[in-house]
């Protein structure tokens, strides 16, 4: 399966958001992260053979604050149950959902990345907060004010 979503974004919501650091746990650059390869890298060939090649998909996430909007996943494109990616914790259950993410005139396909909290060891991530896997974004940085177009049946926002 193609791991670009298809493209009906012209009738998705926007939301603005903001870049904001979180554990570098996906990318491994974390100090705390016991991933040193990231656990994004070590996840896509699970996610593969499970049906969503994330090839062309940057190692790493964009963690976009939507504050003051929380989410809820209604029906995500993918969701993944009990995937055993490491032997240092659990099997974790993850869900992806299309949108696109802007930044700077540029607007890409891309995924909302959500490991459900439910089954996740640690590394949680604050509720306004969505983790984004996407093509590599040149100068994107901590602060930058960014949109997600977000596919509605497969996501709702909420304000707080």
Same mark, same amino acid.
């Given at each position: 399966?193609?791991?670009?979503? @298809? ?5 998705? $919501? ?6 904001? &650091? ?5 990318? +491994? !650059? ?52 009990? @995937? ?5 914790? $659990? ?6 959902? &299309? ?5 700077? +005139? !540029? ?54």
């Amino acid at each position: 399966m193609d791991a670009s979503p @298809v493209h009906e974004s012209d009738h998705w $919501p926007e939301v603005k958001g903001v870049i904001i &650091r979180s554990h570098g746990v996906a990318s +491994g !650059r974390g100090a705390e992260s016991p991933y040193p390869r990231g656990t994004v890298e070590m996840q896509k060939p699970f996610f593969a053979a499970l049906g969503l090649d994330l090839a062309g998909f940057h190692e790493a996430t964009l963690n976009v604050d939507l504050s003051p909007f929380l989410f809820r996943l209604l029906h995500p494109a993918h969701t993944f149950h009990r @995937v055993e990616w490491t032997h240092l914790h $659990p099997p974790e259950t993850f869900s992806f959902s &299309r949108c696109r993410i802007g930044h700077c +005139g !540029r607007e890409v396909d891309a995924w909302i990345y959500t490991p459900h909290p439910e089954t996740k060891a640690d590394h949680f991530q604050p509720p306004t907060m969505l983790e984004i896997l996407a093509p590599f974004l040149v100068g994107v940085s901590y602060g930058d004010a960014v949109t997600l177009r977000i596919a509605p049946e497969e996501v709702e926002l909420i304000e707080s």
